[in-house]
């Protein structure tokens, strides 16, 4: 049954940041309906954002917006960014730190533009899906939102010296941050600890710190050896204690070589046990005198920047729900889901409860339902106004709320 007689407040004040991206009142509307079906209906898919609402045009309107009608996602994108720094806790910060990682996202459609089959290592299985590699920007408040997004596509699916693999695209992101003069260090797993990566980041002057892989050669002691050979070697009073949260770990620190990195970097082992002879994990860094616990909290800011959007976007807003098959339906879907993200994530932590929301929100999850009472609670006042001041039936109020 529809439930959606009147924009929420959050999707309303949006309007006013956004609306100019858009030509037309039409446009801005399935603008705005768009963004309040991602936080409320429970089907995202076009058709069933449309069934949402009481009072709304055909679906195929919604879905021509999305697929067919000119708008720039770019603009949107930038101007998303720029509202977000006008907020102290969303605001770029020099402590800031830009994350990068890819996500799948599944779909059940195999026309869908891009669309492939890739391992999920989470699931341990083939899945047909989307490959994004996404920055993201971690602020000093915990506050985190994408920057920008790029789509893998396979090398039979792009023109003639077209294709770009994932490292590529990586360095794109890169390059944008930089580009959009964002202030931070970069940060990501081992996927993207490449030395390309890592002597392209050194190039910009810019500091990262990135998950090596146990199994990496290093140059240790005048030798080349895997990393893990070298932890086998460090004494025992050579490790020394670092807390993770409420976990002790141990750990080594040392300059280091690794073949075709240009640069000197710092390597980092820990160890579970000081015992273990086994290391568990590595991490990287091209700011050679920095602490350890910099390093620690700069890579510790990955989850927060990424795993925890894939997370809510795909749980909460439908980052996987769209099924339009053009490419360019797509990636107006992931923008939007971006928008959508931001408009909930400066909501959260606020000094003073949001009037929408009558109590302090600290998660998107909490957000996402804090507006879902807001549209019930717009429901029954639009029932009652109906019922008492303009003096409708009952029939002629069901006839509205319980269109197909």
């Given at each position: 049954m529809p439930t959606i007689v009147d924009f929420p407040t959050i999707v309303q004040e949006a309007l006013t940041v956004f609306g100019g991206v858009f030509d037309t009142e039409a446009a801005r509307r399935h603008f705005a309906e768009y963004l309040t079906g991602l936080m409320v209906a429970e089907n995202k898919t076009v058709s069933g954002i449309n069934r949402e609402f009481a009072l709304t045009t055909d679906q195929s309107c919604l879905?021509?917006?999305?697929?067919?009608?000119?708008?720039?996602?770019?603009a949107l994108n930038d101007r998303r960014l720029a509202w977000l720094q006008q907020a102290p806790q969303t605001r770029y910060s020099g402590r800031g730190v830009i994350a990068i990682d890819n996500t799948l996202v599944t779909h059940e459609g195999k026309l869908i533009e891009d669309v492939g089959w890739f391992w999920d290592h989470a699931d341990q299985r083939h899945v047909i899906a989307h490959d994004y590699i996404i920055?993201?920007?971690?602020?000093?408040?915990?506050?985190?939102?994408?920057?920008?997004?790029?789509?893998?596509?396979k090398r039979d699916a792009c023109a003639a010296g077209k294709f770009?693999?994932?490292?590529?695209?990586?360095?794109?992101?890169?390059?944008?941050?930089?580009?959009?003069?964002?202030?931070?260090?970069?940060?990501?797993?081992?996927?993207?600890?490449?030395?390309?990566v890592l002597n392209h980041i050194q190039s910009t002057q810019r500091a990262y710190v990135g998950d090596l892989k146990l199994n990496r050669k290093v140059v240790y002691a005048g030798q080349e050896q895997k990393l893990?050979?070298?932890a086998r070697q460090i004494p025992w009073e050579a490790k020394k204690p670092v807390r993770m949260g409420s976990t002790r770990y141990w750990y080594f620190s040392k300059q280091m070589r690794i073949p075709d990195v240009t640069h000197p970097v710092r390597i980092v082992l820990f160890w579970r046990e000081r015992d273990d002879e086994e290391a568990s994990k590595a991490l990287v860094s091209n700011r050679l005198g920095w602490e350890v616990i910099r390093i620690v909290l700069v890579y510790r800011h990955r989850w927060t920047g990424t795993e925890t959007f894939h997370r809510d976007g795909k749980q909460q807003l439908g980052l996987g729900d769209c099924q339009v098959r053009s490419g360019e339906g797509q990636t107006r879907h992931v923008y939007l889901v971006s928008t959508a993200y931001s408009l909930l994530m400066r909501s959260l932590q606020q000094v003073r409860p949001q009037d929408w929301a009558r109590r302090t929100l600290t998660t998107i999850g909490e957000a996402c339902r804090a507006v879902k009472v807001e549209t019930l609670e717009r429901v029954i006042d639009w029932i009652v106004e109906k019922l008492t001041m303009e003096h409708w039936s009952v029939p002629d109020i069901k006839a509205v709320l319980v269109q197909s």
């Amino acid at each position: 049954m529809p439930t959606i007689v009147d924009f929420p407040t959050i999707v309303q004040e949006a309007l006013t940041v956004f609306g100019g991206v858009f030509d037309t009142e039409a446009a801005r509307r399935h603008f705005a309906e768009y963004l309040t079906g991602l936080m409320v209906a429970e089907n995202k898919t076009v058709s069933g954002i449309n069934r949402e609402f009481a009072l709304t045009t055909d679906q195929s309107c919604l879905n021509r917006w999305l697929t067919e009608v000119e708008w720039d996602v770019a603009a949107l994108n930038d101007r998303r960014l720029a509202w977000l720094q006008q907020a102290p806790q969303t605001r770029y910060s020099g402590r800031g730190v830009i994350a990068i990682d890819n996500t799948l996202v599944t779909h059940e459609g195999k026309l869908i533009e891009d669309v492939g089959w890739f391992w999920d290592h989470a699931d341990q299985r083939h899945v047909i899906a989307h490959d994004y590699i996404i920055s993201n920007y971690v602020c000093p408040s915990g506050a985190h939102y994408p920057i920008e997004w790029r789509r893998f596509q396979k090398r039979d699916a792009c023109a003639a010296g077209k294709f770009k693999d994932h490292t590529m695209l990586c360095m794109d992101l890169i390059d944008d941050a930089i580009m959009r003069a964002i202030p931070g260090d970069f940060t990501f797993d081992s996927y993207f600890t490449s030395a390309k990566v890592l002597n392209h980041i050194q190039s910009t002057q810019r500091a990262y710190v990135g998950d090596l892989k146990l199994n990496r050669k290093v140059v240790y002691a005048g030798q080349e050896q895997k990393l893990q050979d070298v932890a086998r070697q460090i004494p025992w009073e050579a490790k020394k204690p670092v807390r993770m949260g409420s976990t002790r770990y141990w750990y080594f620190s040392k300059q280091m070589r690794i073949p075709d990195v240009t640069h000197p970097v710092r390597i980092v082992l820990f160890w579970r046990e000081r015992d273990d002879e086994e290391a568990s994990k590595a991490l990287v860094s091209n700011r050679l005198g920095w602490e350890v616990i910099r390093i620690v909290l700069v890579y510790r800011h990955r989850w927060t920047g990424t795993e925890t959007f894939h997370r809510d976007g795909k749980q909460q807003l439908g980052l996987g729900d769209c099924q339009v098959r053009s490419g360019e339906g797509q990636t107006r879907h992931v923008y939007l889901v971006s928008t959508a993200y931001s408009l909930l994530m400066r909501s959260l932590q606020q000094v003073r409860p949001q009037d929408w929301a009558r109590r302090t929100l600290t998660t998107i999850g909490e957000a996402c339902r804090a507006v879902k009472v807001e549209t019930l609670e717009r429901v029954i006042d639009w029932i009652v106004e109906k019922l008492t001041m303009e003096h409708w039936s009952v029939p002629d109020i069901k006839a509205v709320l319980v269109q197909s």
